[in-house]
Nanobody
Framework: QVQLVESGGGLVQAGGSLKLSCAAS????????MGWYRQAPGKQREWVAL???????NYANSVKGRFTISRDSAKNTVYLEMNSLKPEDTAVYSC???????????WGQGTQVTFSS
């Protein structure tokens, strides 16, 4: 079992920045890829970014160049640094972690990011 706890959500303004954290605990030895999804009200869940165990990253086109995903293996934590935030970035952001043995995906509880005008 892997437990994921997100933090860092909140209110942001146009062009603002926010950094989300996702701390993993439990059976972390088999963690591979970690990443983030988001879901805006009334919309389908959207994949945002991922980072492999080796540090390779990939981003959705909608956030490329504005968001940066990173990983601190010593702290078993993945981060999502969000810059130049837009109203359409308002969503619940959930982190996920994949394990190899067994092959499972774990989810955090989500953290709200709300755009404030």
């Amino acid at each position: 079992q892997v437990q994921l706890v997100e933090s860092g959500g909140g209110l942001v303004q146009a062009g603002g920045s926010l950094k989300l954290s996702c701390a993993a605990s439990g059976s972390i030895f088999s963690l591979t890829t970690m990443g983030w999804y988001r879901q805006a009200p009334g919309k389908q869940r959207e994949w945002v970014a991922l980072i492999s165990r080796g540090g390779n990253t990939n981003y959705a086109n909608s956030v490329k160049g504005r968001f940066t995903i990173s990983r601190d293996s010593a702290k078993n934590t993945v981060y999502l640094e969000m810059n130049s935030l837009k109203p359409e970035d308002t969503a619940v952001y959930s982190c996920y972690a994949d394990t190899v043995t067994p092959s499972l995906r774990y989810w955090g509880q989500g953290t709200q990011v709300t755009f404030s005008s």
